[in-house]
């Protein structure tokens, strides 16, 4: 069974410029989080999809938003990169219902030049 | 008072010793617990899950869970160089708009030869 997988694994983009992060989670696992995993800090909750559905946010500006599409793969955008968006970017998935271990993915590691 | 509290060490142990890492928590409505090890530069793997209190074993590493205190443990048994990595607390509750996983900032382990 394949794990969680992340395109791309490495992103360079300049201050400004916009990110566009993809998960796909284990299939049959409908929900997808975000983490953001700075250097030396532990993993900041960004965004978690359910069903199609944002279900709750972290503490981060709106220019941090995704969205989860029907297979349950889902997308992570950053506008405006700013160079403390620098970061390793963790998707997990889960299933909601019954067992709820959330497994994660390699992470796609983020610098902002 | 911040919802998850890890220690974030480093730890340092020889080859050998049985340790123990520990996290405490504030929200009563968590009922999953999760332990990650974490790798340099790598996405974290889940190592222990465990529903609701109790124990739960798997090969040397053991989980505990005390939710009249607040309290969850991992303990190694038999440690290894191998081991040497970041450990991570994670819980959430059961569902809802809370059932986004909320981390430890991580202890990091070292084992020595």
């Known amino acids: 069974e394949a794990g969680v997988t992340q395109s791309p694994t490495h992103l360079i983009k300049t201050r400004g410029q916009q990110a566009t992060l993809r998960c796909s989670p284990i299939s049959g696992h409908t929900s997808v989080y975000w983490y953001q995993q700075a250097l030396g800090l532990g993993l900041q909750f960004l965004l978690w999809y359910d069903e199609g559905e944002e279900r709750n946010r972290g503490n981060f500006p709106p220019r941090f938003s995704g969205r989860q599409f029907p297979n349950y793969s889902s997308e992570l955008n950053v506008n405006a990169l700013e160079l403390e968006d620098s970061a390793l970017y963790l998707c997990?998935?889960?299933?909601?219902?019954?067992?709820?271990?959330?497994?994660f993915g390699q992470g796609t590691r983020l610098t902002v030049v | 008072q911040k919802e998850v509290e890890q220690d974030p060490g480093p730890l340092s142990v020889p080859e050998g010793a049985i340790v123990s890492l520990n996290c405490t928590y504030s929200?009563?409505?968590?009922?999953?617990f999760m332990w990650y090890r974490q790798y340099s530069r790598k996405g974290p793997e889940l190592l222990m899950y465990t529903y609701s209190s109790g124990n739960k074993e798997d090969g040397r590493f053991t989980a505990q869970v005390d939710k009249s205190s607040k309290y969850i443990s991992l303990f190694i048994r038999d440690s290894q160089p191998s081991d040497s990595a970041t450990y991570l607390c994670a819980m959430r509750s059961r569902g809802g708009s809370q059932g986004n996983l909320i981390f430890g900032k991580g202890t990091k382990l070292s084992v020595k030869p």
């Open positions: 997990a998935s889960s299933l909601v219902q019954g067992a709820a271990e959330a497994f």
């Open positions: 929200n009563s409505a968590f009922q999953y």
